[in-house]
């Protein structure tokens, strides 16, 4: 199996040959998740870590026609764009792609609702870019499972600005060898580390956002004439090869790309129904069936878990620190501290992640215990296994196969919708625009972005 020279021709070629044309699916797929994504970055904007944000788009970044979440601003795309996609990222309440491990909203919606307000399109061709953007993500990810993440990457934002380059290229019709540039030149910008877990940094929600921004200067800079590679992801010096260090993944991406068209993956792609890393979501379910049962807070002596290799440095290393997360926003990727806020409060709410650290929750939580599990199925799936001793020293064993919105055990829409409403009220909008916002993206037939932009402003302050 060989991979055959210029993967981002083939897939700008099969990208162009299908906007407009996609599936009533995985259009109804993208409203959802488009719709889920304002709904988390408006929230992130009023109650998120990151405070003042919004100042990126004031002052000399003042202007453009695209929307800024939670300040009634406008800013030129690519600003708009870095400013919402680190407020969608910010709570880690965003959508996930599981088998690739992709936060493709944070980067794709900021991406794609920047470039159509700027170029005054249609919603319709927003959605329709926005979930080819997604597509191409996902089969990036897919190309080479959990090697980004294992070398240091947030997946997202090593492979974001590729895709935001296409979503920019899509909407702006942009000829074939302009847009194969622009995906060449977002070759040069892939980035984004965990080293912000050390420290609990909030530059984790910016990482998405900087894809998104680096990928929409990259189709720009491919307009103004600059050229880019074609064989940019593949070869000694592709992407693969430099970031994942797998030389095998662009003959796996050249056979996905022979699916566009016929294989649809955002239709599986997760949402978030809690506030913290998806890695943790599963054991907070398992967990969640012990304390169904009967069991409290109180009675719980210990709980043992087992964590996927693939998840660990994210969610468990090293264990001290995440027993005793150093900031409430850390411990949005503290496995034992979140264990025990579901077990102590009873459900995992953004409170855990803003009120102090300590009490109940960090007693539990140092009393939490793990071993890494490697024949888990991670990442293909996200499971989970734990064992819980009480006081009086029975055990009770609960384990989740895969996380709640994988590809086997879908959210309902109703949900969904649920969430989002939900997010938006909390976000300062009042009913009215709440029903116009969720009438707009999801039973319009092409949503007037003007009118949604007018009552996403209701939340500004």
Known sequence: MTAPSG??????????????????????????????????????????????????????????????????????ASVAALVNGSYIHSLEFDDTHVGSVMHGSATLAAAALAVAQDADLGGAAMLSAYALGWEAIIRMGLAS????????FQTTSAAGPFAAALVSSLLLDDPEDVAVSALGIAGSMPGGTFAFLAEGDTVKAGQPAWAAHSGLWAAELARAGMTGPSRVLEGDWGFFALYADDPGAPARLADELTTLGDRWHLPDAAFKMIPCCHFIHPFVEALGEVLDGGVRADDIASIHCHVPRGAVPVIADPWSDRQSPRTPHDARWSLPYVLAGRAVDGHVALDLFSDPIGGARLDLSRRITHEVWDDSGFPARFPARLRVTLMGGRTIDASVDDVLGGAGRPVPARDVLAKARANLTAAGLGAEQVDQVVAELIDAPDPDLRRLAGALGAAAG
């Open 7 to 76: 993967l981002t021709s083939e897939l700008v070629r099969r990208a162009r040959a299908l906007h407009g044309r996609l599936p009533d699916e995985v259009m109804a797929s993208a409203r959802l998740h488009l719709l889920d994504a304002i709904g988390v970055g408006a929230l992130g904007a009023r109650s998120g870590p990151l405070h003042g944000l919004d100042r990126v788009a004031t002052g000399a970044h003042a202007g453009g026609r695209s929307t800024v979440l939670g300040s009634g601003a406008s800013a030129p």
């Open 145 to 152: 499972p959990g090697t980004l993440q294992a070398r240091g």
